[in-house]
């Protein structure tokens, strides 16, 4: 596979570029068959989309026009190995009223970028702590 | 004025019949800016206006940036693009609104303008449109080419062996998309699992989604049952955002969220939600919903559920809301968003109401054109009835074929249906068994497979449905498990269908802005772009989808015609018997009434319109010119098959100068010789509501007019019946039939009738 950025040529992925595309494990396309799935190989793991999917998605919308979309499949990528359990946590955080201050999302972010090399969902999370503070989204609401 | 004057009326009698009309079920809002009721014109809709400073903008619609509320904020920041601000702004709204209606403006360029366009800019262009051009850019701006569908699946009790058998029946349908929720929400593992199963018959590549509770539903797509969302709501004002429990920032990340686990995404917004929720600013539904899709596209979801939806009654109640819902879907895909354009939660009671909506959609083509057609019964729908349901699925098919539109769905066979259905029942039952979640008995099976809706079944209850979908979740039972059981249960086409599925979230190409799955492969805005720019372009409809969108049920043809009135020849012969006598002459007996018979009378049609033997409609008008001292005499031609001329051709030989044209069909006229040929005595034109009672008088006026006695009329009574479109298709082709018989000059020839047997039925005692 060349270096170059993906274009809208190179879509579908699956079909163009199967060689490009595996779960998060490794295993290719072509290597999740019935068979192994019967044979008990393929996990749900194997199924699960990696940060390099999302990031040639993003260059194809991107090669499409679609300049916002590739920013929310850049931001997907880089939550693409958080653990279910900790983009919950941070998703409630990020609800009204349920930070009590900016400190809180603060060490949100810190953890993106610390844990998972998430910083453009890092700044993200940073930049809703001020607009909430803000517009008064720190108060109780239940 | 004196009491006689009034001659005591105080109301016109048509408002009581108004009055029943289901359309006096819907409520109708008085325009009240002040307090929200205003489609296009809120009282505190703000001029549209940007500034611009060092890149970021500093004011925003009459808003100064330090005003912003959070959703300013995150259109300001995402949203507007600083390097198109100053030329799409200052392009003049009519200008522009010009420029979606005209089909030399690439969409391309539309696009880009729309990106540095503010909410009320795109507000006040659309707002330059009527209903026909915001329906024509809407087809001109739509993303993907090719139009698609989605459905409701779901019931009343939250059956998992419904769920699939629906879900099958939807996916044979051709809905790209199926959506299921629960009565119960601890249901929600059980309606995923239940629905998983059911779209994998038949078909592989039917995007599904359950709609339950945030978390929730996030772990079942990461179970790898579900395929997309579209729950993600957003709101136009910021308390209504609040009060929705999120932040425009909150939601970008559950957007992001999704799109790492690979399942398609859209938000939901329509207008009259801020209304609904009681913080409308009092801003017009068209500008707040400017705002929400200025939002979604900030966010940089792919696509959108628009147009009303849950708000879509209330917006429906309020003057020129329809036109509104119309121009929010158009902002949609302005802003190059896949749009689910609403169509979903039924806005009326008025069946016309609900024609009427749908049709630009229909015509225009839409992602989906629905998001939300109740696939399944009004009742069982548990997202509230929609527009279209299990109820008028034939209706929208027949409109398919109307217009020659693709919405989306291809008319299935009955046999196909029950194969599909007792597969999908067959399949879940055996992933029961295997997983160990139940064994359903045949009667349950049955009862469901046969089912219109749930009040049919004998099958699980919501309770015990509880369970089930408990051992689902307790036990982390995924997408894997369930393929195990289908492949081991022999269902491995099943299978096979649905880890394609599964497998496509590895690419992420079903993420790509209106990404659908035809065919086993993806299609997008990316490889099947919408290209309109003029009649020949765009998405038409080719051969092969065209003759499966015509092939409803029931279509007639002459053969169909012919076989039916062959199999009533064999009866028709033990009642009468008809013997050619020789050439016609004109009579001279004064109280004769010449019968016309058409060229295929009782030769290869032997019923009426209404049903009645020809041989009993004989046997009536005879007797009628008996009653009344006539003679009658019968005589076929085969010059023509033409009422009025059968009639005036019989008064022509007829010794009294009266005659009685009768056509096969039924229809039938009295004619006087010497008048002209469409100025008749008398003429029965409706057919299918003629009784023998009514050939019966009319052989006795024959009888009357030629004495020169006085004659009432015999009037055939119609309840307004659409005559032409309950007939007129069969009305064709059996008059092919009969004119296929004539020939020029035909000499007509006498008949002799002996009638056979007793009379079938209608007749006097």
Known sequence: MSKGKLGIDDYPLAEKRPETVSGARGRGLDDITLEAVMAGEVEMADLRITAGALRAQAEIAEAAGRSALAGNFRRGAELASVPQEVIMEIYELLRPGRAQDRQVLHEAAERLRRDYAANDMAAFVEEAAEVYEKRGLFTFRY | MSKSEHFGVNRWRRFDDWDERPLRLDNFAKDD??????????????????????????????????????????????????????????????????????????????????????????????AHLNAMEIAFAYAKMRARATPGNQAHVTNAKDDPLQLAADAATAVAFGFDEIETTMRVSRNAWSNALACCVGSSVGRAGTLFQCSSEEAEELQIGMAGFTSYAETVSVYGTEKSFIDGDDTPWSKAFLAAAYASRGIKMRCTSGAAAELLMGFHEAKSLLYLEARCLCMQRAMGVQGTQNGGIDGAPLASSITGGVRELMAENLIAVWLDLECASGNDARSSESEIRIGAKILPFLIAGSDLICSGFGSILKYDNSFNPSSFNGEELEDYLVLQRDFEADGGLTPRGEDELLSIRRRAVDAIAAVFEELDLGSPDDDMKGSVVAASGSQDTRSYLPGEVSDISGGISERCITVLDVIRALHTRGFVEEAENLLFLVKLRLSGDYLQTSA??????????????????????????????????????GELDQREVLRAEASFAAAEQQRIAYRTMGPAQRGADDSEVVIG????????????????????????????????????????????????????????????????GLQAKGTAVIH????????????????????????????????????????????????GEALGARYHARVALIYAIETGLTSDGAVPQDIGIDFLGKQTGGARP
Do not use: W
Not at chain 2, 86 to 102: G, N, T
Not at chain 2, 597 to 603: D, I, N, Q, R, V
């Open chain 2, 672 to 719: 006087q010789r010497d008048r002209l040929p469409h100025n008749n005595l008398e003429l029965f034109s409706n057919a299918p509501i003629t009784t023998l009672d009514h050939y019966r008088a009319l052989g006795r006026n024959a009888v009357r007019y030629a004495a020169g006695r006085d004659v009432e009329p015999v009037v055939v009574p119609t309840n």
């Open chain 2, 597 to 660: 018979l058409s060229p295929a009378f009782g030769t290869q049609l032997f019923r009426t319109l209404a049903g009645h033997s020809l041989a009993d409609v004989l046997r009536a008008v005879g007797d009628g010119v008996a009653e009344e001292g006539g003679t009658a005499r019968f005589v076929r031609f085969t010059h023509t098959a033409d009422t009025s001329f059968l009639g005036l051709s019989a008064a022509g030989l007829s010794g009294s100068g009266v005659g009685i």
């Open chain 2, 33 to 126: 800016p002040r307090n929200g009721f205003s489609a296009m014109n809120g009282s505190n809709d703000p001029a549209s206006s940007v500034r611009c400073s060092g890149g970021s903008i500093t004011e925003m619609d009459g808003t100064a940036a330090d005003e912003f509320d959070i959703i300013d904020l995150f259109i300001a920041r995402y949203h507007l693009d600083p390097d198109r601000v100053e030329e799409a702004m200052a392009l003049p709204s009519a200008e522009v609104a010009r420029m979606l209606v005209d089909m030399n403006v690439p969409r391309e360029r539309l696009v880009r303008l729309a990106h540095g366009m503010t909410p009320a800019k795109l507000a006040e262009v659309v």
């Open chain 2, 516 to 553: 659908v799955i035809r065919g086993g492969h993806v299609i997008s805005a990316i490889n099947d772009p919408n290209a309109y720019d003029g009649p020949g372009s765009g998405y038409r409809l080719s051969a092969e989808r065209r003759a499966e969108i015509a092939a409803i049920r």
